[in-house]
Nanobody
């Protein structure tokens, strides 16, 4: 299965934490990323990780979100802390099947395979 599968979404209070998981069925260690899309807004990149585990974050995520990869479980995580109402969105995991570093890691067009998404709701 090439498509990633997300899990871990839910509803949390402002200031709370959630950890999203993105599982794949292979060990290609390709460049992957988390995106999010709120109603009426464009899909935006949140965090990316390349094949060397070098990470990149959107300004909105810096200092609050952490992306990581477990090579044994073939899973990429997004740990989110100090959540705000504006973090409410459907979160998507995306992958490229490309080993290396992408030129535009937070650009949706850089990714080929997408998960179905998981909803994150932050209540004030």
């Amino acid at each position: 299965q090439v498509q990633p599968v997300e899990s871990g979404g839910g509803e949390v209070d402002v200031g709370g934490s959630l950890r999203l998981s993105c599982s794949v069925s292979d060990d290609k260690r390709d460049s992957m990323a988390w995106f999010r899309q709120a109603p009426g807004k464009e899909r935006e990149g949140v965090a990316a990780i390349d094949s060397f585990n070098i990470t990149l974050y959107a300004d909105s995520a810096k200092g609050r979100f952490t992306i990581s990869r477990d090579n044994v479980k073939n899973t990429v995580y997004l740990q989110m802390t100090n959540l705000k109402p504006e973090d409410t969105a459907t979160y998507y995991c995306a992958r490229t099947l490309i080993y290396g570093t992408l030129a535009y890691q937070l650009w949706p067009q850089s990714y080929t395979y997408w998960g179905q998404g998981t909803q994150v709701t932050v209540s004030s």
